[in-house]
């Protein structure tokens, strides 16, 4: 029982310690906290998330197609049919 309550003493302890470290030092958890967002919106994902209008721009189907508004058809069609196949309920 001493052991266990010693251990939980340790592990309060860490935490408190930690935390007071985070409140102290601003700059780390902004930096930290800039980093998550911007890793948490960009990588993971690079398929565009919405915002849409409604009537679809240029801009907007550029951006959902994964590529710039000046493309040319050839590249749109092999964009687009990238997206159908992966989308497509037959896959699989």
Do not use: C
């Not at 050839?74 to 497509?88: F, V």
């Amino acid at each position: 029982a001493r052991t266990m309550i010693a251990v939980g003493l340790g592990i309060a302890t860490v935490a408190f310690a930690g935390r007071y470290a985070f409140h102290l030092w601003k700059p780390l958890e902004q930096a930290i906290t800039e980093t998550a967002k911007r890793i948490s919106t960009s990588s993971l994902s690079s398929y565009y998330k919405g915002g849409f209008e409604q009537k679809m721009s240029r801009r907007e189907a550029s951006l959902i197609l994964g590529v710039s508004p000046s493309a040319g058809k050839a590249k749109i069609r092999t964009a687009h049919r990238r997206i159908m196949i992966l989308n497509h309920p037959d896959k699989g």
